[in-house]
């Protein structure tokens, strides 16, 4: 069944055509990459999907329901687009604390399982201002994950990640699969895609094609 239904979805932001009559089903269940350069459409078609910004034309569906029209944003999304925003001067379990207060659906044990998860249980309580890239990624995908979504959107996740990094994030996403998550993430990174991805589509100039 298809858990994100996209219906011959365009964009155009002044006289830039940014997607062009996008049409694709992603599969409940499954890991989806999305591949492209820089510009090509990604990550706006994500924005698209998430409700962050309404298509000129089309329609997208999440799980039966229309973004924009029966909700603005998917309520069961876990999503990571660019680059993560934290306050800098709070710790990494602030941080995660503050974005759970939004929605009052995750324990204080959980957010604690997550930061561990995420191999950042030694960096907790240290402020994200001395967090590197990739720690700041990591603290991004526990954020993405804590509230237990059936859906992940990740733009670009393993970003910024040293070896460790990757191998750990790649073992997480397919033991996410595992327990019936879907995933749609991004990545310029052939071996990602080869080694996590059931289904491929490039991007191109805004035009989206099955691999």
């Not at 204080?108 to 950042?120: D, F, N, P, T, V």
């Not at 970003?159 to 460790?164: A, C, P, R, V, Y």
Request: charge should be neutral; charged fraction near 25%.
């Amino acid at each position: 069944m298809a858990i994100i239904s996209v219906e011959t979805v365009s964009l155009t932001i002044g006289a830039a055509h940014i997607l062009r009559d996008v049409s694709i089903q992603f599969e409940e269940g499954l890991i989806h990459g999305i591949v492209g350069r820089n510009g090509s459409g990604k990550t706006m078609l994500m924005k698209c999907i998430c409700g962050f910004i309404r298509p000129t034309t089309g329609r997208i569906l999440v799980d039966g329901r229309q973004v924009g029209r029966d909700v603005d944003f998917p309520p069961d999304l876990g999503l990571l687009i660019e680059t993560p925003g934290f306050v800098p001067y709070y710790s990494g379990l602030k941080n995660l604390a503050l974005l759970a207060a939004i929605n009052r659906r995750v324990s204080k044990e959980r957010l604690s399982a997550c930061i561990e998860q995420l191999g950042l249980g030694d960096a907790k309580d240290k402020r994200v201002s001395k967090y590197s890239m990739g720690m700041r990624q990591r603290l991004g995908i526990a954020q993405a994950i804590m509230e237990d979504p059936k859906l992940l959107i990740l733009d670009e996740p393993l970003n910024g990640l040293d070896e460790q990094g990757v191998q750990d994030i790649r073992a997480l996403l397919l033991e996410l699969k595992r327990q019936g998550k879907t995933v749609l993430l991004s990545s310029h990174n052939g071996e990602d895609i080869d080694l996590l991805c059931d289904s491929v589509c490039r991007m191109a100039d805004g035009v989206l094609t099955r691999q």
